[in-house]
């Protein structure tokens, strides 16, 4: 089992910079595909950002690409999420999620495991 913890979430202008981490417990193990994705109110859970195990290999959603930037630091077992030039549209419930069965990563809801999620709110 791993159990995966979500911070750095806040309010902030539109515009602005946040860094969101995702700290990995339990049975930790560095070589798991990790994902990003939101879920704004009223809509459903969607794709952000992913990295394969080595992470040497990253995707993102066309809405962040030049924005935001997924990296890790194994040491820490922990992943992040920089966000740059924040939209209000950017507003959302942020979860990572992680799976040790992916060849390289996925964009799908099918991860084994997910955080509880840390609220991001841009104001305009």
């Known amino acids: 089992q791993v159990q995966l913890v979500e911070s750095g979430g806040g309010l902030v202008q539109a515009g602005g910079s946040l860094r969101l981490s995702c700290a990995a417990s339990g049975r930790t193990d560095p070589n798991y595909a990790m994902g990003w994705f939101r879920q704004a109110p009223g809509k459903g859970r969607e794709f952000v950002a992913a990295m394969n195990r080595r992470g040497d290999s990253t995707d993102y959603a066309d809405s962040v690409k030049g924005r935001f930037t997924i990296s890790r630091d194994n040491a820490k077992n922990t992943v992040y999420l920089q966000m740059n030039s924040l939209k209000p549209e950017d507003t959302a419930i942020y979860y990572c999620?992680?799976?040790?069965?992916?060849?390289?990563?996925?964009?799908?809801?099918?991860?084994?495991?997910w955080g509880q999620g840390t609220q991001v709110t841009v104001s305009s």
């Open positions: 999620a992680a799976d040790p069965s992916f060849s390289n990563y996925g964009k799908l809801l099918n991860y084994a495991y």
